[in-house]
């Protein structure tokens, strides 16, 4: 019996299936300890949540849970370097934290620039390359020139893409797409998904593979809700401080076993 051909729309498979089909293109860097080579992901993407839930069943003050949560965060740099996987994406601090007290915010402004000063030259010598994702134009001009400077000094990192999403959301990043592609002068109908994905602040990156939330929680809270449209999902119950290379490698094998059709 003959098949009945489908229209299809023009611009499918769409920009999402594209980048997470093209992402392992490349030859990944050597791993260790894990499967084949072809079930490590690509992008990681991590949100990063319980430093104060952390800092508090312990009677500490919220900062010192943030502050514990910047030497987790130097745990999974160098873990996530020893499994070759190129990409990992942060979320940091996004804009919906501004509603948080001054003395806290504060806090994470002055925690973000000392790591930054004492973290600079070891992400240099281990080719990281760091990128931040949001609208630093917000930010104090002392650490945007601080941000701006280390940022500047990992350019040549070719190991690892750190992405650091600071004063970061997803809603507002596509805000500012649109307004860059109105500017450009894009005529409407001329508007594709990967137009959109250019304008991104992930322009040029490939789509998350893996979304990992840490805490328990089962959302992702405004982080890439543009790029995870088809990234896997895990929620892993341990508190952001206490994240560490076994927790990451369990959320590594539950990738692992699953299968990904992205539609098909």
Same mark, same amino acid.
């Given at each position: 019996?003959?098949?009945?051909?489908?229209?299809?729309?023009?611009?499918?498979? #769409?920009?999402?299936?594209?980048?997470?089909?093209?992402?392992?293109?490349?030859?990944?860097?050597?791993?260790?300890?894990? #499967?084949?080579?072809?079930?490590?992901?690509?992008?990681? =993407?991590?949100?990063?949540?319980?430093?104060?839930?952390? +800092?508090?069943? &312990?009677?500490?003050?919220? @900062?010192?849970?943030?502050?514990? $949560?910047?030497?987790?965060?130097?745990?999974?740099?160098?873990?996530?370097? &020893?499994? /070759?996987?190129?990409?990992? #994406?942060?979320? =940091?601090?996004?804009?919906?934290?501004?509603?948080?007290?001054?003395?806290?915010?504060?806090?994470?402004?002055?925690?973000?620039?000392? !790591?930054?000063?004492?973290? =600079?030259?070891? %992400?240099?010598?281990? /080719?990281?390359?760091?990128?931040?994702? $949001?609208? %630093?134009?917000?930010?104090? !001009?002392?650490?945007? $020139?601080?941000?701006?400077?280390?940022?500047?000094?990992?350019?040549? *990192?070719? &190991?690892? %893409?750190?992405?650091?999403?600071?004063?970061?959301?997803?809603?507002?990043?596509?805000?500012?797409?649109?307004? &860059?592609?109105?500017?450009?002068?894009?005529?409407?109908?001329?508007?594709?998904?990967?137009?959109?994905? $250019?304008?991104?602040?992930?322009?040029? %990156?490939?789509?998350?593979?893996?979304?990992?939330?840490?805490?328990?929680?089962?959302?992702?809270?405004?982080?890439?809700?543009?790029?995870?449209?088809? +990234?896997?999902?895990? #929620?892993?119950?341990?508190?952001?401080?206490?994240?560490?290379?076994?927790?990451?490698?369990?959320? @590594? *094998?539950?990738?692992?076993?699953?299968?990904?059709?992205?539609?098909?």
């Amino acid at each position: 019996m003959a098949v009945t051909r489908v229209a299809r729309p023009t611009d499918s498979p #769409s920009i999402a299936h594209q980048a997470a089909e093209t992402a392992t293109a490349g030859e990944p860097a050597p791993t260790t300890d894990l #499967s084949e080579a072809d079930t490590r992901p690509v992008h990681v =993407a991590v949100i990063m949540d319980g430093n104060r839930r952390w +800092a508090r069943e &312990r009677g500490l003050p919220d @900062l010192d849970g943030h502050v514990a $949560g910047v030497e987790a965060i130097r745990r999974l740099v160098r873990h996530v370097m &020893r499994r /070759g996987i190129p990409v990992l #994406s942060l979320y =940091a601090f996004s804009r919906e934290n501004w509603a948080r007290s001054d003395e806290e915010v504060v806090g994470l402004f002055g925690l973000l620039a000392e !790591a930054i000063r004492a973290e =600079a030259p070891e %992400l240099i010598e281990q /080719g990281v390359k760091v990128r931040v994702l $949001g609208r %630093l134009a917000e930010l104090p !001009a002392d650490l945007r $020139g601080q941000i701006e400077e280390a940022v500047a000094a990992t350019d040549a *990192g070719d &190991r690892l %893409l750190l992405n650091i999403a600071f004063n970061y959301a997803g809603r507002t990043e596509l805000v500012d797409a649109v307004r &860059r592609i109105m500017a450009s002068g894009v005529p409407a109908e001329e508007v594709e998904e990967a137009t959109i994905a $250019g304008a991104l602040y992930t322009t040029g %990156l490939p789509d998350p593979d893996l979304v990992i939330r840490t805490g328990g929680e089962q959302r992702l809270s405004n982080f890439l809700i543009w790029q995870s449209a088809y +990234a896997e999902f895990c #929620s892993s119950p341990t508190l952001w401080p206490d994240f560490g290379p076994e927790a990451f490698d369990a959320a @590594l *094998g539950e990738y692992a076993s699953r299968t990904r059709r992205f539609g098909r």
